[in-house]
């Protein structure tokens, strides 16, 4: 599937997920066509985490340079007790980590990743971005897709990818399952300058407070210039949307009766931007004949594992490959290879994620287990836990990174 004057993929969703889609397709010799619907392409949200298994797909899709030279590289995930403040267990992420999975481990702002992303797929002359596209809906026929807009255009293309995130408008014509569910978890997000942080607080790892129905993520971005937090909470007010505005009075209740040093981290932020978490059960249903799903419209996922971001990538790149080798005819066919190929991994991705919630957010006998199991946990031991998931996927164009290129 691999001419430049073919009719394009068209893909739905300028976020991380379709944009990497794009750049991976587009490297495959595939053209694009992508349709956002915000007037611009931006990215809201904080910092994310990037395990190896995703800096692999960010070197096949030829940004591994630029992501560099914005991301902060930490030494450790450490985990916290909210409560008492003691140490419950740390996983070195040097050069150890680095050789064993042959990619390090970072954090990144959003926004710095998505316009990699962007950058890279504007400069591709098989890449068309075009924004102020709503998706209405589609119709199929023997060899390729109409994709109707708001606007009364009619966008065809030889696919359709649905990667417009967990409130998918493809999704719902193609499954119809209705809306995600809800969580009851609240994520309050802030991102300020580390010199506004207590010099005895910062640090240069991910740190995560662990508390009874809560916890406090935090960590440098771009190359330590910024403090990243996450503060996570069970609320009543679960049906509110996102990137609002939240209430630091319902916070500070939440987090009364932390360690001092999370109450003075939490006392930095005026203002937090809010979201509602949700995710859905693992479903199969990814394809229809020339039309399949991608990322959070696929398996939208809890962010314990810090892997939402990054199983979008993967299926970008995956999705590429089973669709760079197949004829027209078989695109259908290729399309379920892809959606086989990658339904386990991110299952077991949403499912872990699931029980990562309930381990960090441990009260009473089940939180003296955390810290009793956690507390000899060497991180021989975590990178062999952590295998499957950052030994990552064979892909064409990624190469395994050097210590010394990594703590450069």
Same mark, same amino acid.
């Given at each position: ?13 300028? *976020? ?5 889609? =794009? ?22 949200? /904080? ?11 960010? +070197? ?34 040097? $050069?150890?980590? %680095?050789?064993?999975? *042959? ?12 316009? %990699? ?57 193609? @499954?119809?399952?209705?809306? $995600? ?11 300020? $300058?580390?010199?506004?942080? $207590? ?7 991910? @740190? ?21 937090? *996450?503060?996570?909470?069970?609320? +009543? ?6 990137? %609002?505005?939240?209430?630091? +009075? ?11 040093? %999370? ?34 419209? /696929? ?12 199983? =979008? ?25 892809? /959606? ?50 950052? +030994? ?17």
């Amino acid at each position: 599937m691999e001419r430049k004057d073919q009719t394009p993929a068209v893909v739905v969703g300028g *976020g991380i997920g379709g944009m990497a889609t =794009a750049l991976s397709l587009s490297r495959a010799g595939i053209p694009v066509h992508l349709l956002e619907r915000a007037a611009e392409f931006s990215e809201v949200g /904080a910092g994310i985490q990037v395990g190896p298994n995703v800096m692999r797909m960010l +070197d096949a899709l030829g940004v591994l340079a630029e992501i560099r030279e914005i991301a902060f590289f930490p030494r450790t995930l450490t985990l916290m007790d909210a409560l008492d403040g003691s140490h419950v267990t740390s996983v070195d992420l040097g $050069p150890a980590f %680095v050789e064993r999975f *042959g990619y390090p481990y970072a954090t990144i702002h959003r926004a710095d990743l998505h316009e %990699v992303l962007v950058r890279a797929c504007a400069a591709s002359p098989l890449v068309r971005l075009e924004t102020e596209q709503t998706v209405t809906g589609y119709d199929q026929t023997n060899d390729g897709v109409l994709v109707r807009t708001a606007r009364g255009d009619e966008v065809p293309g030889s696919v359709l990818i649905g990667a417009d995130g967990i409130w998918s408008t493809i999704r719902e014509s193609l @499954v119809g399952d209705g809306e $995600p569910r809800i969580t009851g978890h609240i994520a309050y997000r802030a991102v300020l $300058p580390m010199t506004e942080i $207590p010099e005895d607080l910062r640090s240069d790892s991910v @740190v995560l407070w662990a508390g009874p129905n809560l916890h406090l993520a935090h960590y440098p971005l771009r190359r330590g210039e910024l403090f990243n937090m *996450g503060a996570i909470f069970h609320s +009543d007010r679960f049906l509110e949307g996102a990137d %609002v505005y939240g209430d630091p +009075d319902e916070l500070h209740a939440k987090f009364s009766g932390v360690h001092p040093n %999370v109450a003075t981290l939490l006392g930095k932020i005026e203002e937090w931007r809010m979201w509602v978490l949700r995710d859905r059960d693992p479903d199969d249903r990814w394809t229809d004949r020339r039309v399949a799903l991608l990322g959070d419209s /696929a398996h939208p996922t809890l962010q314990y594992m810090a892997q939402g971001a990054g199983m =979008a990538i993967e299926d970008a790149v995956v999705l590429a490959r089973t669709l760079s080798a197949s004829t027209p005819g078989e695109v259908p066919s290729a399309l379920h290879d892809y /959606a086989e190929e990658r339904f386990s991994r991110t299952s077991r991705v949403t499912l872990t994620s699931r029980l990562f919630g309930q381990l960090f957010h441990a009260s009473g006998a089940e939180r003296v287990v955390r810290r009793d199991m956690l507390a000899h946990w060497s991180s021989q031991s975590a990178h062999q836990s952590f295998a499957w998931l950052y +030994d990552g996927i064979d892909v064409v164009g990624a190469r395994a990174t050097s210590t010394e290129e990594t703590v450069a």
